[in-house]
């Protein structure tokens, strides 16, 4: 795909012929758009458990008139809108709430509470704003319905499951979203930001997304009494020299100019003062862009880990385990950098460059990114929905004071400006992208 200077040109004659209506549009569907989110909000379910939350998006997406299949990897819903001869321009959301009793203490504030896999209650809330995800993708989708004479192409919405434990892009791409339906030409996404004031956009062309690995370390040792500790071989001294001895991959083996985050994020071991243990576990987390770099780092934890427990004397029947969640690995998210600009010029043209900022890549992951990691090697861009309050952002910007982040039980997005933006910005990003020849 090559965006060429009269390309852009093309585009910047649709998005401001669209420009008046498009921002006078959305204004009209914001009640309809208001009422969806608060659904969506106070209705949250689990990864793997949105069912109802699929069937409303379907029935959403079936009323506009979108040719509409239902759980493609799960509870995967793809809609379908052909206009002519064009190309297919592919819109995700992600429809997964997160394990958390939420405490905003708004009157429209989630009250779900259910049991998780373990057999605990658990709270539910949407806390990393999906639930502005999918309001967004459905308020496009009325926009480019009530344009649909500005454009000809595909349309295909994607609600997918999923996304905050990684399975949800991997399970709908391995049920055949390339190969039952149409191939698209162009992959977009948006994701609320807690950072950044409602109303704006910004956008980091090239890695965006990190790798994400989560590793199990079992550190296995010879118990014994905590009198006689000469006498055993203490895993609990082992795990402590392995957690600082993982801090000098980043340091001293990784290239200082590659990012790279090893983070231990859990040590349990013991069970009694006095005695010592037969094991230790570690949990982990692993952060980094370049795929190489997240080979190195786990080739190196285990290279370090058998070091530790060689040096203390175990043999090798007793080195310990490191364990990677395969199933949980998410890819970085790399936004095509041609993708990125043009998109980022279309939704400046429509809600103003002075709203629209370059964004720095973040180590959090989103499996987003394996979109554009098939053999397809489709041009993907995510880009950022400011969720902040105005006034909420100038005080904390004024005082010092941290944001509630995402994944907060005091996260409330400023909803009806975030929702408005995302699909002003969405929408005329689409249209520019079916204007390509």
Not at 194 to 203: C, F, H, N, P, T
Not at 223 to 239: E, K, M, Q, S, W
């Amino acid at each position: 795909m090559r965006f060429s200077t009269l390309a852009l040109s093309l585009m910047a004659t649709l998005s401001w012929h669209a420009h008046a209506s498009l921002k006078q549009q959305v204004a009209e569907a914001m009640p309809t758009l208001e009422s969806l989110y608060l659904h969506l909000h106070q209705h949250p379910e689990l990864s793997y458990k949105e069912e109802k939350t699929a069937h409303r998006l379907a029935k959403e997406m079936r009323a506009l008139g979108f040719d509409v299949t239902e759980n493609i990897g799960g509870f995967g819903v793809v809609g379908l809108l052909r206009n002519g001869e064009g190309p297919a321009v592919m819109i995700r959301a992600d429809t997964d709430a997160l394990p958390i009793v939420e405490e905003t203490g708004k009157a429209y504030a989630s009250k779900i509470k259910v049991k998780d896999e373990a057999g605990q209650t658990v709270g539910v809330m949407h806390g990393c704003g999906h639930d502005i995800h999918m309001t967004s993708l459905i308020g496009t989708a009325q926009q480019l319905m009530l344009n649909r004479d500005k454009w000809q192409g595909t349309l295909m919405l994607v609600a997918q499951p999923a996304e905050e434990v990684g399975g949800g892009a991997k399970a709908m791409l391995k049920a055949g979203l390339y190969d039952d339906f149409p191939t698209p030409d162009h992959v977009l996404a948006l994701h609320v930001s807690a950072s950044l004031a409602a109303g704006k956009v910004a956008i980091a062309p090239g890695y965006a997304l990190a790798n994400v690995d989560s590793v199990d370390i079992i550190v296995k040792g010879k118990g014994g009494h905590g009198a006689y500790p000469h006498t055993t071989v203490d895993p609990i001294v082992l795990a402590s020299r392995i957690v600082l001895g993982l801090q000098t991959i980043t340091s001293r083996e990784v290239s200082p100019l590659e990012p790279s985050v090893i983070t231990v994020g859990s040590i349990h071991g013991g069970a009694k003062h006095n005695i010592i243990s037969n094991e230790v576990k570690l949990q982990l987390t692993l952060r980094s862009y370049n795929p190489d770099v997240r080979n190195q780092q786990i080739a190196a934890i285990k290279r370090l880990t058998a070091g530790v427990a060689h040096s203390a004397g175990l043999t090798d029947e007793l080195l310990p385990e490191v364990i990677v969640h395969d199933s949980e690995s998410i890819p970085s998210t790399y936004n095509n950098p041609e993708l990125a600009k043009f998109v980022t010029v279309a939704i400046k043209q429509e809600i103003g460059a002075e709203n629209v900022d370059l964004s720095q890549p973040v180590m959090a992951g989103e499996d987003f990114g394996l979109f554009g990691r098939t053999d397809e090697n489709i041009p993907i861009t995510i880009f950022w929905l400011g969720g902040v309050n105005q006034a909420v952002f100038d005080a904390a910007q004024k005082s010092g004071e941290p944001l509630p982040s995402l994944h907060s039980s005091k996260f409330a997005p400023d909803y009806p400006i975030a929702i408005a933006t995302g699909v002003r910005a969405m929408t005329n990003s689409a249209l520019a992208l079916f204007s390509q020849k």
